[in-house]
């Protein structure tokens, strides 16, 4: 398979419905090879944003790059970028084979030379035999892997993924994911995926653009994005969190020393002056024992066993705070009082508002 | 797979090229020996009439056909420029708006006798030269002219740059501009003027507010009420009748142990394939002066036979006869529309099957009941055939205006007035339908598998339901038996032994010296109407089904407007129709009555509406991500609609073809006033018998036809209909998404 990876660069899109911005002003680029999630809460315009790569949107203003060349106003079919659609879209007329060869066949390839490419990509998706079939006679995963080769043969230069995997169960879909990872990374692919499953975007991504209410939250890699968010609506998106009100009594380095709620802690300023602030707190850095030492503790309002580990919703004077225990063999019991500490390293600090 | 950005695009080149071999190659004049005549070939540049509009201009002394020459010479001016450029766009536009504007401008201007109008004459003195009506080449410049433009539009940006798309909007809009709106127009404009074609606005309101409209003498003396207040009644009872009727078959069908159900949808297929009139007719047969109840009535209970059926009472019933069937057809899914979880909900909330009924499932059921009214009344209102077989003394609107040009006072402007009168109230209706219904349907359909079973009707209501629907079916069942047996006897009421004379008289065949002699008195006219059905079919479903996909995919500025012109040709009675294109058709530019040509394009523009319909119906099951999908692959949007949406229309398609074919075979309201001696089509010529008594050969032909429709529906049906989609299952659920989970 030939490598013609691309850029994909955007330059303050936007893309209007009447009244509404879908998109408002947005620019990121998305370097050749890498495969980027665009990850946010439903209505945050990152399917909006997938189809104006795609062409099936036209932007309202601004510039859409790909390999550095403007494609802006070109129409979807004279795009080099193909997809991967959330119902598959399978044409349910045709069979698998045909199906794959069609992108081949409307850009003039010979029939012989499109039957056999086809094949080719149904064998990297793991389906070789399957040609003859009519897309309703195969399973939701199998129809899944369809729609990839389909997408592949046409070796497009951008790869668009629209949540592909909410059509499928739970277990089905880790696995899919990770199929989907190893076929990018190996043909070096530019992917653009869209889901808004935190979970699913950690797993598969080289980058992830965070989209909220029609704008970009923050971009990063995956650890950056959970390990340094850059707002609270990142820091609730990306895993759990606990936001809660602290403040820096004083900076010490790269290090301010922080009170959360009668807790002394030092943390990264990242680049906040002293005075009021919000902490994120991951569920596992909020650490829970039985007995009340004097002043401040909370009580267990409810505690749920979940096998591997435990979610407890504690009372506190922070507010109510959720907290996940792996150490499953010592369950407190619903209204026992508890000490609470605050491990430093799932602790980020936040800008006040 | 990237395409040229620069230059013209391979479709324009193709339309240029049209617009010259039109405009050098063609008779610019319509031919004289009809549409299929290729008399002219021989002397295509020397013959005067034959000429094309080039040799015209430059030979034959017509100088002003030049100047559609620039409208085609101008866009090889932006040949090498890029389509995103200003100016490539601003050419094409301009150049197509000046090829069509003029065009027509100069056809309307000059007509038969020099100029058409008063003001050019006293401006640029008299003119000694005279045009007739377009003709190939002529509709070739403009067709050219209209595609030119719809590519300027689409590189300006319209519909996302869409060429394809841009073009048959473009189209659309024009066909219905020049068949429906047009004409519409016409009528207006003769509504204003007096039998010598002068402007008299007075006139109009007299004749606008005349008694025999709007007088309400019957209320009072013998004097008969306007024929207005006799459409409004009649559109009223009949609407009225066929609801309820309607929804008696449609709870029999979905909420009763009923166990023929599948006999009650053979019976929605009876109004398609029956034309309108032959339901009077075989009512005349039953209670006509010498029909078998009226006698059956002297001779059991000595009532003098009359002719009480004819005028309302008898209209009234045919139509209702007529009707129910689409009233049930639309209550069907009305009541079929209400979801049984919420009737299951009234249930757990210990409200008995009655008042279940009454409080949730008829007033869910409300918008659709008083939607299938409406339908009713602008059926009843439109419908010509039964008022003018059973009308008497009784007039209606429809009827008024063909008397008005066929009678014996040929007042076009009465025609034309009335057409108005009767226009306005299925417009209303059509738009209290539309506009009104349209947002307040209940219709639960979620696509979600909607549990629970639909609840049966309390007892009380299943014995209306039953008593309603079962004896009304028995009396369809006897008019249908009337009409298909009717003809075998000698003379009805009078002679009834079994003959075989009437169809030998309407199809009989000989065998001469000379091959086959198609004797019988039918044949001419089957033939035409089988002929112009079977090539409106087609044309019919095309246009159709080409507004459905842009009305379902597109999306641009002004589709509602555009949804509400292709849709309004349904509340557009026949008769109007009629009378407008013998106004707007009748002289040069568009010179096309006494041919077939207007025929087909009459049923082409009645029955759009159908096609549109079932389009839009199978169009909305096509999950858009197919579309998007074959785009994605690098399919543009014609391969997009040849590979992936016909196919899966196929059997939208298939309806649309058939209903087409069959409306046409049916028609009658539009069809009186188009029919010429050369073109009789049978629904015409069947009225023609009745007219003359001579009920033995109506019927009988009747029958043939209802038997022929049966079989194309039949036959349709199996060949095209079936034989792709045998191969698998149907989707489950109707939806034909990618995906199925």
Redesign the interface.
Known sequence: MVRKAASVRFVNVTKNYGAVAAVREISFTIEPGTLVTLLGPSGCGKTTTLRLI???E?PSAGQIFIADKEVS?L?????????V?????????MTVIENVA??LK??GVVKQQAIEKAEHGLKMVGLTGFGAR???ELS?GQ?QRV?VA??LV?EPSVL?FDEPLS??DAKLRRRVRQDIRDLQSSLELTSVYVTHDQEEALAVSDRIIVMNDADIAQEGTPRQLYEEPADAFVADFIGDANLVDATIEELDGELAVVDIGGLRKKLPHRGLSPGGAKVALRPEAVQISAGQQDGGGGEVLQATYLGNHVEYIVGSPLGELFVVEHQVNNLIETGTRVTIDVAERGATLLPAK | ???RQSGLDRSIVMWLAMGWLGFAGLPWYAIEDGFWSFVWLADLFSDRDYAPGLIQALVHERPWLLPPALALLAPLAVWRRNR?DPLYARVLIASGVFGLAYSLAQGFAIGISGWEYAVFESAFGPFGQRQFGMGYGALLVCGASLFLLAQGLAAR?AV???GFVVGAVSLIVALVAIFIFYPILQVLASAFQDNDYQFAPALFLVKLFSRDIWGLGCLGGRVACGIAWNSLLLGVLTGASTTALGLAFALLATRTGFKAKKLLRVMTVLPLITPPFVIGLAIILLFGVSGTLTQLMEWGLGITPSRYIYGLPGIWLAQTLAYTPIAFLVLIGVVEGVSPSLEEAAQTLRADGWRTFTTVSLPLMRPGIANAFLLGFIEALADFGNPLVLGAEYDVLSTGIFFAIVGAQHDQGRAAVLAIVLLCFTLTAFAMQRLWLGRKSYATVTGKGDTGIPVFLPPRLTWMVYGTALPWAGFTAVIYSMIMFGGFFEVWGLDHSLTLRHYADAFSVTVGPDGIYWKGAAWNSFGTTFMIAAIAAPLTASVGLLTAYVLVRQRFTGRDVFEFGTMLSFAIPGTVIGVSYILAFNVPPLELTGTGVILVICFIFRNMPVGVRAGVAAMSQL?K??D??????????V?TVR??IL??LRPAIVAALVFSFVRAMTAISAVIFLVSAEYHMATAYIIGRVENGDYGLAISYASVLILVMIAAVLLVQLVVGER?LGR??P?AGGQ??????
């Open positions: 795609a062409g099936l036209m106003s129409p979807a079919t004279s795009r080099d970028v193909t997809m659609f959330q119902s598959y879209a399978l044409f349910p007329h069609y992108g409307v850009s009519l897309p309703s939701g129809q729609a389909r997408a046409l668009l059509n499928l | 797979m990237i395409p995103t940006g996302n740059g869409d999950d991500s197919l998007e999908a074959s785009l994605t692959l690098g399919a543009n949007t391969t590979r992936v196919p899966l792709q698998r299952r989707p034909v998404a990618g995906a199925s989970v």
